[in-house]
C-alpha cells in the first residue's frame, strides 16, 4: 500500500500540535514513584492474561500511558509456531495494521540495529541536537515520520541476546526528549512485555 501523503498520527494534525506547542518544551516534573506503581500493577495484570495479543495490546496500552508518549506500537516476532503480533495505539485509539506497518517501515534500519543487540535502545529526535539527558546521542527521525507529527522516538527490544522477540516503540509528538529515568521504566516495562509472552507461549506449546 502507498504511504504518500500519509494521515498524521495526531487526529488534529501536526499543524494544530506545532501551533499550541512552542518551539522550545517546557521542562517538566518527574517523579519515579507513579510510574513505578503503575508497573507493578501492570505486571499483575500481564500474568493474569493467557494469549499473547492481550499481552500486546495491554502492555502497549500501559507504554504509552505510563511514559507520557502519544503514541506506542509492539512488533513481536513470531516463534515456535506461533504467528507474529502487531499492536498499536496513538492517543486513546487503536492503531490500524496499515498504520502500524508503515511506522515499522520507515523504522526497520533501527529495528535492525536492535534485533543485532547493538542496543538495548535507541533515541530518535526530529533535533538531534537538542539537549537529551541520556547518554546516547539521538539518532534523527525519519522525515517521513516527522511529517506524521513525531518529534522524539524511543525504540527498545523486546527481551535480551538469542532470547530477543521483537520491539516496543514509543513516540512523542513534542521535543520532549525520553529522560535517563524514563528509558531505565521502558527497560524494565519491555522486560515485563517480553516475559509474559514466553510465558503464555511456553505454556499454549505445553497444552
Known sequence: MADTDPAPINPSGAAEAESAVPSTAP???FSLLPPLEALLDLQISLSQEE???EIVRIGTTAAV??????CGVALVDPGDGHPPVRFGSAQGR???QHEVGILARHLDPFLKRIAAGESTHLLLAADPLAGVSDDQAPDAIPPALESRGLQSIL???LGKGVGRRGALIVGREIEW???REEVLLAEILAMQFAVQVERVRRT???R
Request: charged share 40%; proline share 8%.
Open 204 to 206: 499454549s506449546d505445553a
Open 65 to 70: 500511558e505510563i511514559l507520557e508518549a502519544d
Open 27 to 29: 521542562s517538566r516534573s
Open 51 to 53: 494469549r499473547d495479543e
Open 94 to 96: 487503536r492503531l490500524p
Open 155 to 157: 525504540i527498545l527490544g
Open 177 to 179: 526528549p525520553f529522560r
